[in-house]
């Protein structure tokens, strides 16, 4: 839910006194709830008909109550839990009754994929810290969902375990009976003892969730809600040792000019790989990878960027994704979105070197480095949250060579690279936190890639202090140091994340002997974060001006401090035709180190739900004129205009088979400069099995003081070029899905996308801190032309069958298609055709991997 549209609320430091008043302490008591789990007296088959008699012995879990809409009451349906064990698993069975079986909800599709049937869902807190958690859900026609739960409440949705369950549909309503092996979890003894514990249920139709505990909303953290399970002991050690090889076979096409050797228009190969877990311990796992693939995995969308600051794309790798919780070290969060010390795409990124060719000549080079091998090490040991990660990418070469291969050559585009991460967090019985992390990016640099630092070292301390259930104080600390040689470093001053060089800027320098490169960063909160009615934040943060993560982490800026204040008013009480609303107001602001306001503005918005299921929310901002202190990349700073803008959005019932959405956003200044954008979508569920979803993103941006280049003047200096663009943006994005089996699916992800530009109006820079709009520029004759109408088509499909628990093969078709023309005008019908007559390069693969457990 998004609750602000700009400003970043970073992540934060420090220690306050306790803030805690009786009646919170109060509150914080609750009684133990418990539920007892009894050995099995005989073999269970898992079938879903709870048949053996183990399920008539079995304490039942029934107490279940809302967690939705109605917090607190009686759930609608009745529900009974069981849990039973052997030597090898837990089994857990559970009945939930309907009134009215015929109207039960399973809609099939892919695993992992949310969708609004019934569900039910087991939370193991196997460690029993009151942080950690794994989940296992199933619908009621066998779609099977699990994810990993950390900090108290974040998810991480790509784990996938292996485990069986079965469900049974009859008059009374459905049952699900879960196996889920002792290997799958970890635990901190294995002599037994409670572990947290908590059953979900979810009604679709009634939009109801029911549980067992109580999982408030109103509470600040999630695992920390569940209940005990006691009477779970094991008789040996789970098994330790995961095994998935794979094998792969790929062929690649695309258009090749006449004359071109290097790049054959069909590319076929085959490789091989392996995947591995070992439980070093009973709560700590090594997870490591051998040359791995990631071409099931969907591309990313299209992107026109027109500002300084680099694009964030988020990590969709399986390897990279699972797990990625133990490193997270928050720096700059926007809506819950965040980003900081590690940012694992940064490890096989794209080649930062490029091919010097001649006439005549072509060149070959990868799009990514090749990940040689990657391991982790992650989980608990006694109060401890312990994450390592190292990783080698291989030297990428470009070939290069003219024709008929005459002169054929080499280059460095990538030198050989590694990576580690090292993570730790002391954790305490009242959720409070204490962490450290560390970052660094080993180099072995040839000529070619000289331009590139030799190692960057990034660290922190971060800290969650809670003094009561209600209150926190969060924060981090954090330092980093680059070496290379002077042309890394003078690179590195020279970038727009530093902008050292900028002539108006006397608080920084650019030196050109420098050989190192050190800053600094730390951020502070104080926030209320639970309560029935009301929470709020304030945040402080900086980062110095020589501080740089972007090695293995990612920030768009350094040199600015920042100052931002939430308050919400909330409530989820369902009433007559609103079934939840909150409200919030928002500012923020920022400075660089020299004192110019970067930003300063506020928000006020809404959100609504109604007892339909439909939601609304919009909100409006006010901004103060910002200074923009990197628009001409290196060159002073430029005053911008204030303005205002709103947003808004709705959606109906998703769990009709036919919804739609809409998303708007509208806003400019009184000179001229407007933005408007339209994205409006459907989706629809031909049948329980078959899903379309369409959304169309269309926007209108008319920027009067859009930065076009930097030009070298014969007199020495620089001219600073300046125009008024008028650029649409028009991409279709659609995804169909048809599982015909909850272990086979077809997923089809495909967007045309077109994006165009026109100039108008240029000037050149003359005063950029003038008071007058009029007075920061003068008219300039220019005779260039920076227009662009930029056509891409991006498609990936998989077939997906899980033959066996754990064991998969994939069928994977990709297709890109992209063009560029230097005109800026926009018409639908020939840039759209264009989209699709461009050339096209292909990547048709088939993935094999096979599960071994020992």
């Known amino acids: ?277 070992y439980a070093v311990t009973p709560g700590l796992t090594l997870t490591a990878t051998a040359n791995p693939d990631f071409g099931q995995v969907e591309a990313d969308p299209a992107v026109v960027n027109l500002d300084a600051f680099e694009t964030f794309f988020p990590e969709r790798r399986p390897f990279f994704v699972e797990g990625s919780g133990t490193f997270r070290f928050n720096m700059d969060c926007n809506d819950g979105n965040c980003t900081g010390l590690f940012y694992s795409r940064r490890i096989g990124r794209a080649p930062q070197g490029y091919a010097s060719t001649g006439d005549g000549e072509y060149s070959k080079a990868p799009d990514s480095a090749t990940i040689i091998g990657a391991a982790k090490l992650t989980g608990r040991l006694g109060g401890f949250s312990l994450g390592a990660l190292t990783a080698v990418t291989a030297r990428e070469d470009a070939e290069i060579a003219g024709a008929g291969m005459l002169g054929r050559r080499d280059q460095t585009v990538e030198p050989l690279t590694g990576y580690t991460v090292l993570r730790a967090r002391k954790e305490f019985r009242n959720q409070s936190s204490i962490g450290l992390m560390t970052t660094s990016t080993n180099r072995q640099l040839e000529d070619a890639v000289s331009f590139l630092s030799n190692n960057a070292l990034a660290g922190g301390v971060d800290y969650d202090i809670r003094f009561s259930p209600r209150y926190s104080v969060t924060g981090y600390w954090a330092g980093s140091r680059i070496e290379g040689s002077t042309e890394a470093i003078t690179r590195l001053q020279e970038n727009t994340v530093h902008g050292f060089q900028r002539p108006d800027a006397d608080y920084v320098g650019l030196d050109p002997t420098a050989t190192t490169l050190r800053g600094h960063a730390g951020a502070l909160s104080f926030g209320k974060i639970s309560g029935e009615r009301t929470r709020f934040s304030t945040n402080l943060g900086y980062k110095s001006p020589g501080f740089d ?132 979508g459907f989706n629809w569920r031909a049948s329980s099995s078959m899903s379309l979803n369409m959304g169309i993103r269309y926007s209108l941006n008319k920027d009067d003081s859009q930065w076009v280049e930097n030009v070298d003047l014969a007199s020495g200096g620089q001219r600073y070029v300046f125009g008024r663009i008028d650029q649409k943006t028009l991409s279709f994005n659609t995804r169909f899905n048809y599982t015909m089996t909850p272990n086979l699916s077809l997923q089809v992800y495909a967007e045309p996308f077109v994006s165009a530009g026109h100039y108008t109006n240029f000037k050149e820079l003359v005063d950029g801190r003038a008071a007058n709009y009029a007075d920061r520029y003068r008219p300039l004759a220019y005779t260039g032309n920076p227009d662009f109408n930029i056509r891409s088509f991006r498609t990936t499909n998989v077939l997906r069958w899980e033959y066996k628990p754990g064991s998969a093969l994939f069928l994977v078709w990709q297709q890109g298609k992209s063009d560029y023309q230097n005109f800026g005008d926009f018409r639908f019908g020939r840039d759209f055709d264009g989209v699709f007559s461009a050339p096209s390069h292909n990547v048709f693969l088939v993935k094999f991997s096979y599960w071994l457990n020992m």
């Not at 009709?656 to 001229?672: A, E, P, T, V, W």
């Open 549 to 680: 993560s972007n090695d293995l982490g990612f920030m768009r800026r350094a040199d600015e401090k920042t100052l931002n204040n939430w308050f919400q008013w909330r409530n989820f009480t369902p009433g007559k035709y609103v079934r939840t609303r909150n409200f919030n107001l928002n500012q923020w602001a920022a400075w660089n180190f020299g004192g110019d306001r970067l930003y300063s503005g506020g928000n006020v918005n809404s959100h609504w739900t109604f007892t339909n299921y439909f939601s609304i929310g919009g909100g409006f901002n006010v901004d103060a004129a910002p200074f923009r202190d990197r628009s001409t990349r290196g060159g002073p700073g430029v005053l911008g205009n204030p303005g205002k803008s709103g947003w808004y959005y709705f959606n109906t019932d998703n769990r009709k088979n036919l919804s739609f959405y809409y998303n708007g956003d509208h806003g400019g200044d009184r000179f001229n400069s407007m933005r408007h954008g339209f994205s409006p």
């Open 1 to 277: 839910m998004k609750f602000m549209r700009r400003g970043v609320i970073p992540a934060l430091i420090l220690l306050v006194p306790a803030l805690a008043t009786a009646s919170d302490e109060r509150r914080a008591v609750t009684m133990a709830i418990e539920a007892v789990a009894v050995p099995a007296n005989g073999p269970i088959l898992v079938d879903g008909k709870l048949n053996e008699e183990i399920w008539q012995q079995a304490p039942a879990i029934n107490e279940f109550v809302q967690r939705e809409p109605a917090e607190g009451q009686a759930a609608t349906m009745r529900t009974e839990a069981r849990v039973a064990y052997d030597a090898n698993a837990i089994y857990v069975a559970v009945r939930a009754f309907d009134r009215d079986a015929a109207q039960i909800v399973g809609i099939l599709t892919r695993r992992d994929q949310r969708s609004p049937s019934d569900w039910i869902r087991i939370v193991i807190d196997s460690y029993f810290d009151k942080r950690s958690a794994y989940e296992f859900g199933v619908n009621p026609v066998g779609v099977k969902s699990d994810r990993y739960y950390f900090n108290d409440g974040q998810s991480d949705d790509s784990w996938d375990a292996v485990w069986d369950v079965e469900v049974v549909k009859d008059a009374d309503g459905w049952t699900a009976e879960f196996r889920i092996p002792f290997s799958q979890l970890r635990f901190n003894t294995l002599a037994g003892g409670p572990v947290g514990f908590a059953v979900i249920r979810e009604v679709g139709r009634l939009a109801e969730t029911s549980s067992w505990p109580l999982l408030s909303r109103n509470a600040n953290g999630y695992v920390s809600q569940f209940g005990e399970m006691r009477g779970l002991k094991m008789n040996g050690t789970p098994k330790k040792f995961e095994l998935l090889p794979y094998t792969l076979g790929k062929l690649a096409t695309q258009p090749v000019s006449d004359g071109d050797l290097l790049n054959p228009s069909k590319d076929p190969g085959a490789t091989f790989g392996l995947d591995m877990k």
